[in-house]
């Protein structure tokens, strides 16, 4: 233009031209600087993870004159581009004139995304995504643009995968129905078929998408993925040294780790009050109540769970109703989030599952085990303490992917795990007891020691149920900022609290030094919590409260072996039920008819002495295994020492015949059955 002679143009092209002339002129070195001014903005957006998804305002950087930030892609097999955000080599300048925002006839096909109304040549634009094409003419008719609003304002801001390069998704930033501005990372597998369970997630999120708009969103999505990468996680829990929970990651690492679900409905983890209102409300109350502060202290200890490299497991307040069990689990929720996050018993096996993934490396809380089938209660305790799901099959046929999950377990109910098995006609295996501790609620006042001023135990939990409705979810997250920065060796200081006094198994067998163990790691959690400053409780109290805890359950257990005692009961019960009618007196000379024989009786100088046939003895001892059963009646005195020929049945010669029995002592089958 430095070269033009306007007086030339004048008189060959007219005045207009030379007003045209000069106004381009100006509104291009105007544009030119603005765009670069634009354009360095728009980049440093890139880097940015998360927008505040409660604004009500975006980000003015975004909204510059009322479109976002766009980039030129490549054409996908429609021939369509997509507006990319966060592609920082990508991202084009943002235009000063509502003219270069709508793109000329050699950009299309392409999208657009305006944060805000945009007025051009054509008319008014409403904000949102909108879709730039072109329609060839017929014959020799020249093609016709078109314009198509796709939906609300969305921004595609960066690819999200797992970490085996699986899981492919999309983090999507867009304005809802109420103009604020949300996250969400949308898993690709979404897209399949027509669509429309993403569709239906975005319009349940608040995104309006046009009905005839349908496959141009889905092309948008996939048109062209963004540079920006972030690593997904499917679950709530641990993601390397990261901790994800489903609106927010904490941790050194959380700018590169996002949540990724299909579902938009987790609000579990909700937030109320403050961690000050908490601590003194509810963390206070639980001084010198040791079942109060054994629960707080299990409910920290989900996280600490893949630190201290230990299995899952909890548990179970047992107790008469209304003596504050349920304000027990209320009050343990209370550390994670509000009302929402406790879960019922009533679930199937399956359901139970997905319930525990939900929680995984947190606490899960089970409500009244009365309202569980019992015959589903083993599996859930065993499914629950393994971390592991049903293997299921396929289509194909082939394995499905196991659901995997950590967790701690806070349960209560008026049965003990066994008593509602035995209901459901299972007998509980040693292995559920130790995985899910029976604890009895019965204290002083219900399930509390001292009542901190309050007049009553009703009183006490009504008190700790208001804090838990306005105060929660902060102090979860306050041991989490610790947690995830704190690099010492848990394993090591694990195993430091199974040394203590307190938790040592004395005269115990392995069963008692597990439970031990899982005693220990609840003082662990509890006094991280109070070394981090989240609880305010005095250094030792969680330690105290745990070794309470371990008193107690061993108080109602007694000592030893369980399943031992299982089978002294098992022969036991067999003899109570049986012992007049399937038995005899051995040394009787007549006949004597008995139906269904299950052997006979005879008194020694020891006591009395019943001498079970082979078939007698395996239908006491029926749901164990046999040889191990004879071995814990022999270990429990009940049996005598086996033969030279290692065979534990005797001769006897009976009513004139021989016959192989064994002889079982019932005196030591004592109820007791040597708890100390």
Known sequence: MNNTDFNDMAALSGLDAVKRAITSAAASVMGEHQCKAESATACDLVGLQNTDAESDEPNAALINNGVSQVSGVQANNDGLSADTPADADGVSQVSATAASKIPGTDERPCFRVFDDWLEGDGGKYRPGVWHFGIKQGKNDAPPTPTENRVCSPLHIEAVTFDGQDNNFGRLLRFKNTLGRWRNWAMPMELLRGAGDDMRGELLG??????????????????????KRRMRCALQVGWCGDSFVLPDTVIGTAASGVIFQSGERGHDEHTQAGTLDGWREEIAARAVDNPLLLLALSASFAGPMLARCNAEGGGVHFVG???????????????????????????????????????????????DEIS????????????????????QRAGRTGSARAVTRWRCFVLSTGERTIATTMQEGGHRAKAGQSVRMLDIPSARLYGAWD???????????????????????????????????????????????????????ADGGEGQDKRAAGRF?????????????GVTGWPEGAAIKAAAEGFRVWRAARGRGNDERRQILDRVSGFIERHGDGRFSDADHNGETQTRDRAGWWRDTTEGREYLFTAEGMREALKGFDFARALDALQEAGALPQPAADGKRARFYRIGGRGVKLYPVQVDKLGSDHGAG
């Open 371 to 390: 309202e569980c089938d019992p015959r589903e209660v083993g599996a859930i305790v065993y499914a629950l303490g393994n971390g592991r799901g049903k």
């Open 520 to 532: 220990a790691l609840l003082a662990l959690a509890g006094e991280m919590a109070t070394e981090y």
């Open 205 to 226: 999120m608040g995104v309006e998408i046009d009905p005839t708009a349908k496959t141009l969103l889905a092309n948008y999505l996939q048109a062209k993925p963004p």
């Open 320 to 366: 008469d109703s209304s003596t504050g069990k349920t304000t027990l689990l209320e009050a343990g929720c209370s550390i994670w989030g509000g009302a929402n996050y406790r879960r019922s018993w009533r679930a199937t096996a399956n359901g139970m599952e997905g319930a525990a993934a939900l929680f995984n490396d947190c606490l899960l809380a089970l």
């Open 450 to 504: 001292t009542l901190h001023d309050s007049p009553s135990g009703t009183a006490f939990s009504d008190a700790i149920k208001r804090a838990s409705v306005t105060h929660h979810g902060h102090a979860g997250r306050a041991f989490l900022e610790k947690l995830t920065r704190d690099g010492q060796d848990f394993c090591a200081l694990l195993e430091r609290f199974k040394a203590l006094a307190e938790f040592s």
